[in-house]
T-cell receptor, first 116, second 114 residues
Framework: DTAVSQTPKYLVTQMGNDKSIKCEQN?????MYWYKQDSKKFLKIMFS???????INETVPNRFSPKSPDKAHLNLHINSLELGDSAVYFC???????????????FGNGTRLTVT | SQQGEEDPQALSIQEGENATMNCSYK?????LQWYRQNSGRGLVHLIL?????REKHSGRLRVTLDTSKKSSSLLITASRAADTASYFC??????????????FGKGTKLTVNP
């Protein structure tokens, strides 16, 4: 019954590898996001998709590539992983854009990525 | 750029006491949201307050908004050990591409001791 689920929960990998994180939401929302939380708990938006269309692409290295096959799914693929990519990555969803339009975000439980 | 900033960074209280966390932001907003994050979990939406509201209640939570001072506060009354978590404020910000996003502060880590 989990509303926003992401896999895997933990990901430990070596520098230079390529990895993917998957996210699915069953809330019927039309907008999905990837956020990155660093070791100091600072949460920063990376990408946002609305109805499968990329609408927010923050200053993120192009080693990060999101893909939304449908409204309920948003995946994140990371190429050539670097030490600085170690963080917790959160998927979130909302009905309509969360922001000025007053929608709230529903978060998954995160994927802790450790790059060694 | 960071919009909201919580204060204090950390707060430790005894069960039954009230906890107050503050959030300051920089630009005009039409709403402000508070979220809670338990250790190892995702953020959970607590409450949204609109710019034309001064105060809002939800159970033991009370949120105030002062748009003239660009600040908000979250009060948790009669705290419980289960309230131990990090609390974040989030404010909307327009992106360069003309879209909008929610920007989070760094959070207040609340510890409620039994």
């Amino acid at each position: 019954d989990t509303a926003v689920s992401q896999t895997p929960k933990y990901l430990v990998t070596q520098m230079g590898n390529d990895k993917s994180i998957k996210c699915e939401q069953n809330l019927g929302h039309d907008t999905m996001y990837w956020y990155k939380q660093d070791s100091k708990k600072f949460l920063k938006i990376m990408f946002s998709y609305n109805n499968k269309e990329l609408i927010i692409n923050e200053t993120v290295p192009n080693r990060f590539s999101p893909k939304s096959p449908d409204k309920a799914h948003l995946n994140l693929h990371i190429n050539s992983l670097e030490l600085g990519d170690s963080a917790v990555y959160f998927c979130a969803s909302s009905q309509g854009l969360a922001g000025v339009r007053r929608s709230s975000l529903h978060f998954g439980n995160g994927t802790r990525l450790t790059v060694t | 750029s960071q919009q909201g900033e919580e204060d204090p960074q950390a707060l430790s209280i005894q069960e039954g006491e009230n906890a107050t966390m503050n959030c300051s932001y920089k630009t005009s907003i039409n709403n402000l949201q508070w979220y809670r994050q338990n250790s190892g979990r995702g953020l959970v939406h607590l409450i949204l307050i609109r710019s034309n509201e001064r105060e809002k209640h939800s159970g033991r939570l009370r949120v105030t908004l002062d748009t003239s001072k660009k600040s908000s506060s979250l009060l948790i009354t009669a705290s419980r050990a289960a309230d131990t978590a990090s609390y974040f404020c989030a404010t909307p910000q327009l992106t360069q591409g003309g879209s909008e996003k929610l920007v989070f502060g760094k959070g207040t880590k609340l510890t409620v001791n039994p």
